[in-house]
């Protein structure tokens, strides 16, 4: 019956039902099966309202909210300017700078998306102007723009924390390390990109004084403290992830009143957006909850767990089985719907085998991050065209050897799991 359902799910999916619909529309057709209509009526009198009340969710709209503020004060222009005056000399600086740029927006901001379209707007007519081709300047925004949902914070980290109940906060101080390799492994697989095909990035025509530089890290200065805040009071335990989130938010909004880079419309926009893409989230969360009720009354995750348990392999080849089906996934579908329609039947079957759940989190956020550059539905990709207005296929050529970078990347953090655990082993609290 369990697997008739998540069928069922799936060709809802297929069909063009919002995927938030898919789970709950297919849950409660499982439940009426198994349970009567009494069943039916008793998840959906609780399970809805249960949900969206749970404290621990109001980290989502906080953090979105900050990464709202954050892009209609247009702060990465700040953080471009500052990595192209710092990075110009190196081979294909800008392309580079793209990276750091990127790796800046990150650590204030926590959607992929929204990364990638604002870098768009900012560093393509630049990378175009300098004389970068199409499809290395939108194939660098493509990949670089992946950083925002593995540095913290990142929305992926809190779904997959409240689905599986493990700790946020250790959660989102697990992808520091992690997102810091895959900046600097971006940036080297730039520098051999350049040392392969030479002339694909133009030299640099225009060198910066060190005062020009210096004086470019001025505007940064409270984005920096603020991000440096916000990912500190976890680590030191003074404050929850959401209070972080709620400090974030609130900050992205006075820093901004403050230097007169925010109107009333802005603010309107970033405000009514956070509402747009939060109700979105937390659609697919409840529809998740329900279908994960149907999960657990028919037994179909732990019948799943003991027969993949049973199966006469190693632990290791069972992950590769579950690493390729996020890979395929991650093709085809949102990086949120993933994880809400999986975890409920990997996690516990991972857990079962003794792997780490941070390790674990990390892995897969890593996962789908490449997911959101691969084809035929790199969301990253369709953003950047669609913002850029470069053809489609040309921002996928440009993200080709960037996304051998990003396996590397994840077999590193496949085969040293300390990497993704030693921080939030040191925390405080």
């Known amino acids: 019956m369990g697997i008739l359902v998540i069928l069922l799910m799936i060709v809802f999916i297929f069909l063009g039902m919002p995927v938030g619909f898919s789970l709950g529309v297919a849950g409660l057709i499982g439940l009426w099966f198994v349970g009567g209509i009494d069943s039916v009526g008793s998840v959906l009198s609780t399970v809805p309202f249960r949900t969206a009340a749970h404290y621990t969710l109001s980290t989502l709209p906080m953090f979105i909210l900050m990464a709202q503020f954050i892009a209609t004060a247009r702060i990465v222009d700040d953080i471009f300017s500052a990595a192209q005056r710092w990075l110009e000399r190196l081979p294909g600086g800008l392309a580079i700078a793209t990276v750091f740029a990127s790796a800046g927006m990150a650590a204030m901001a926590g959607s992929s998306t929204a990364s990638a379209a604002t870098l768009a707007s900012v560093a393509i007519p630049q990378m175009r102007k300098h004389g970068y081709s199409q499809k290395v300047a939108a194939g660098v925004v493509t990949v670089s723009g992946t950083l925002a949902i593995m540095i913290p914070p990142s929305i992926p980290f809190v779904v997959y924390g409240i689905v599986t109940e493990t700790s946020i906060g250790k959660l989102l101080i697990a992808g520091i390390i992690p997102g810091v ?97 939060s109700t979105m989230i937390f659609t697919i969360i409840i529809g998740a909850m329900i279908f994960g009720y149907f999960l657990t009354l028919t037994q179909t995750t732990q019948n799943l767990v003991r027969f993949l348990g049973g199966l006469p392999v190693p632990s290791w080849a069972i992950l590769s089985m579950i690493i390729v089906l996020y890979l395929v996934l991650g093709t085809i579908m949102d990086q949120i719907a993933i994880l809400l329609i999986t975890l409920p039947l990997t996690f516990p079957l991972v857990i079962n085998m003794g792997y780490n759940p941070l390790w674990f989190g990390v892995v897969i956020t890593k996962i789908v991050e490449i997911g959101m550059i691969t084809p035929p539905v790199g969301m990253n990709a369709y953003v950047v065209s669609a913002t850029s207005g470069i053809p489609l296929e040309e921002v996928f050529k440009g993200t080709g050897v960037l996304l051998l970078v990003e396996i590397i990347s994840l077999i590193i953090l496949l085969a040293f799991p300390i990497l993704s655990t030693f921080l939030p082993s040191m925390m405080i609290g």
């Open 181 to 277: 390799i895959t900046a600097v492994m971006y940036t080297l697989g730039i520098l051999l990109w350049h040392k392969l095909q030479p002339g694909i990035m133009p030299r640099p025509t225009q060198l910066y004084s060190w005062k020009e530089r210096w004086a470019s890290l001025k505007p940064l200065w409270a984005f920096i403290i603020l991000s440096m805040t916000v990912i500190g009071s976890m680590y030191a335990g003074v404050a929850t992830p959401t209070e972080a989130a709620a400090i974030g938010a609130f900050g992205a909004l006075v820093i901004p009143l403050a230097l007169r880079r925010i109107t009333k419309t802005g603010f309107s926009q970033a405000v009514l957006e956070s509402i747009k893409v």
